[in-house]
């Protein structure tokens, strides 16, 4: 398995502010490092592969970086539809893994 | 615009067999990879395996020799089979379409419960 850690696991912000999630890999996964948002009662929706491809239709306040192990994904000008929980997921080998995910709460 | 959509038993008694379909509409199931992921109430997400068009699979080895995958592309239809399930496998079960790099559609997500 390669385990995927993200931190923090909850952060609380307001509207406007900028959000930063990371996710760290056991092993070096290259770029195959995936974002994905998730709201109460919907399934998870793409929002970054290859670690910093925007998926298409995905707003670009939502950024993404690293290689290897490290990864970060930034919210700019958080927004009301952004609150819920993101997960990152690695494709690099099987079983492909998620993070435990990080919940961004209202402030 | 690519459409998943999962159907079958929403309750399954314990050591009974939990069986799931997945039909793709809008595009055709002979490319990509189709997947299964799941999670339990207030928990994250589990892959459970994925199967290509050909037949072939990869399952999680937490997983494996309880689940089997099969693909019918006539239809544009694959499907999962979980045996022997327990409480612990009462989840919201996804079918999603892989790519390289992660899943980019997925269904609305079905929820199972294991229970007598």
């Known amino acids: 398995d390669s385990p995927m850690t993200q931190s923090p696991s909850s952060v609380s912000a307001s509207v406007g502010d900028r959000v930063t999630i990371s996710c760290r890999a056991s092993q070096d996964i290259s770029r195959y490092l995936a974002w994905y948002h998730q709201k109460p009662g919907n399934a998870p929706k793409l929002l970054i592969f290859a670690a910093s491809t925007l998926q298409t239709g995905v707003s670009p306040r939502f950024s993404g970086s690293g290689s290897g192990t490290d990864f970060t994904l930034i919210i700019d000008n958080l927004q009301p539809e952004d609150f819920g929980t993101y997960y990152c997921?690695?494709?690099?080998?099987?079983?492909?893994?998620f993070g435990q995910g990080t919940s961004v709460e209202v402030k | 615009q690519v459409q998943l959509q999962e159907s079958g038993p929403g309750l399954v008694k314990p050591s009974e067999t939990l069986s799931l379909t997945c039909t793709v509409s809008s595009d055709s199931i002979n490319t990509y990879y189709w997947s299964w992921i799941r999670q339990p109430a207030g928990q994250g997400l589990e892959w459970i395996g994925r199967?290509?068009?050909?037949?072939?699979?990869d399952y999680n080895p937490s997983l494996t020799g309880r689940v089997t995958m099969s693909v019918a592309t006539s239809k544009n239809q694959f499907s999962l089979n979980v045996y022997s399930v327990t409480a612990a496998d009462t989840a919201v079960y996804y079918c999603?379409?892989?790519?390289?790099?992660?899943?980019?559609?997925w269904g609305q997500g079905i929820l199972v419960t294991v229970s007598s």
């Open positions: 997921q690695q494709s690099n080998s099987f079983p492909r893994t």
């Open positions: 199967i290509y068009t050909s037949g072939s699979t």
């Open positions: 999603a379409r892989g790519f390289t790099y992660g899943f980019d559609y």
